[in-house]
């Protein structure tokens, strides 16, 4: 799903993985009005860099652009 790509911090080789099920994180854009029953975006992938600890997660944009409208 991801390129390999360096660490933008430390220039390292990051490493891919996933979101673990048991982990409640999502991503609720500040464009949307409360309540955001429905609204969230759960993250789908993450990126990490063994060297620093430098982390990336990624979510399904085009989840994004349906829960936005657009």
Do not use: W
């Amino acid at each position: 799903m991801l390129r390999n790509l360096t660490c933008p911090k430390c220039n390292h080789e990051m490493d891919e993985g996933s979101i673990s099920e048991s982990t409640r994180l999502n991503y609720a854009s500040n464009k949307l009005t409360r309540p955001f029953v429905g609204k969230f975006v759960p993250l789908a992938a993450a990126r990490a860099c063994p060297a620093c600890g430098y982390v990336e997660l990624y979510l399904d944009p085009q989840r994004l652009t349906q829960v936005l409208g657009q």
